[in-house]
């Protein structure tokens, strides 16, 4: 599961995750498409609002980096 796929597991909306972090939508668009080690700095937060394991988020973030390290290599 990418970062995408976590986000959207645990929340309605990208605008609603972006309430729950505090952040605009547009830093969650960031985190999903070119910086998903961004978002662990808000890991507690996943933790105590949605009852998340933090390992779950850890693992959608290293997903989301292998699939953009794809990306840029097939460029």
Same mark, same amino acid.
């Given at each position: 599961? !990418?970062?995408k *796929?976590?986000?959207? *597991?645990?929340? +309605?909306? =990208?605008? &609603?995750?972006?309430d729950? =972090? %505090?952040v605009?939508?547009?830093?969650? +668009?960031?985190?999903?498409?070119? !910086? $998903?080690?961004?978002?662990?700095?808000?890991?507690? /937060? #996943?933790?105590?609002?949605? %009852?998340?394991? $933090?390992? &779950? =988020? #850890?693992?959608?973030?290293? &997903? @989301?980096? &292998? *699939?953009?390290?794809? @990306? /840029? @290599?097939? *460029?």
């Amino acid at each position: 599961m !990418n970062l995408k *796929q976590f986000i959207k *597991q645990h929340f +309605e909306s =990208l605008d &609603e995750a972006a309430d729950v =972090l %505090d952040v605009s939508r547009r830093t969650v +668009e960031n985190y999903i498409y070119v !910086n $998903p080690s961004g978002i662990l700095k808000h890991s507690a /937060k #996943f933790v105590q609002r949605k %009852d998340v394991n $933090p390992l &779950e =988020l #850890f693992d959608a973030v290293a &997903e @989301t980096m &292998e *699939q953009l390290n794809e @990306t /840029k @290599t097939k *460029q």
